[in-house]
DNA sequence: TATTTATAATTGTATGACAAAATGAAATTT
DNA sequence: AAATTTCATTTTGTCATACAATTATAAATA
């Protein structure tokens, strides 16, 4: 006898149903990134469901940052995409390190590609900032620099699809750092110093090597200690 | 006079508060993927808030596919990292056609670096299948079997994080393809060919290279006749 | 033991009401 | 006349309650 006990995908709920007709106006232009939405109340005539049905929908639709609703001022669609639905969704794979590296490596391999085609000159000049405040470091503690050199990059691929994950990859990239039990200025700061030397150049295929040959060490240095673990 | 008008970056509803909570507990442990939560009387209780808040917050954890609900069945914490949620973020720009492009050029170009570290011999005889197969294409259209070789490829990285957001961006890549005028089976046959060999070879920076000049060809092929519209 | 049938627990939906906030207009003051 | 204050109204935010729909579990039956 075959068995049958589908339902799942995604169980069609009201809200769900309204949640899915929103982004199909989206997606078709019937809504556009600043429109104004109507009331709670109209809208809920139109889908004809209940108001606590409509908020889960429109609920949804805020943490995914697609609208912005304020008291009394009515409901947005938002500009841009969001980063924060994405740092959400980081929270269930948070422990599982190599995962976490691997989609970092993935998102900055393809950003600094992107970044060497459109970097400026003055973001240029702030990574070089970071480099020497990294080798000026005296008790080791650069983590924050380092962020700050791999989100610069980020920002130069200039990308506001790809430029809100970055954020939230590097807010577990702090947490991984504490994985990392002694550190070495020196090799970060030639292995930034070379990737810096590609942007420069505004050559996309070395801008990625230098960037991979870094992370590759990263990667090795704090697996190494998870191991242990 | 100095004017304050914060309130946003968001907004403290009770629901996002309660879905805020969820996040810390997730990111700090306390709840794991696989976890049962109590049921919705309790943990409007736990939460001291309304039923429909409370499930203004579990609708938003369930749309970002961090939790399932099921019928008198309860709460789970999913096990793995979801695409649709990155799906509907990317409504929201997704007639931005050249940033789309350049986000699916971002993941693409890491995850094939990835995919050149650890694809598996049947991946690599299932990449030569769709090769084969676009090559013996009379119409011209092969766009589901140039999606499959991408889709392979991401597969390939196994990475439960990224893996979700190539099916998102793969399917805007159906949405370009439209824009698609003329195609050149050739060229993408020749492209794909040099993607595989480096893939079996195991060489990460030459599949990188093969995939970013592949990228290029494609990225300037929509945008030329994007300039048009 | 296997199958079917009830029971009860749990999620899904609806209604109605009120609170809180803020917009925009009206009234007041300067 | 202009600026400020006050107020009414709209709209989102929250709560309480009730009932429907679904199904996991237990009980009853074959």
Known sequence: MVEFKIDSVTRNTLSRQVLEKFIQLLMEGDLQ????LPPEMDLMHMFDVSR???REALSSLETLEIVK???RGGTYINEKIGSSPFRAMLALSINNVPAVIEARMTLELGLVTLAAEKISEDQIARLEETIVA?????DDDYGALDREFHRIIAESANNPVVSG???SLL???QKTDSLITFREPDITVRHHSAI?????????VEAFKEMYNHLQYVREKILANQKGV
């Open 52 to 54: 606590p049905v409509l």
């Open 69 to 71: 609703r304020r008291p």
């Open 171 to 173: 807010i577990t990239h």
């Open 134 to 138: 990294i080798a000026n470091t005296v």
């Open 33 to 36: 990134p600043g429109d104004k």
């Open 165 to 167: 994950m970055i954020d």
């Open 196 to 204: 810096v030397k590609a942007l420069k150049g505004r050559d996309p």
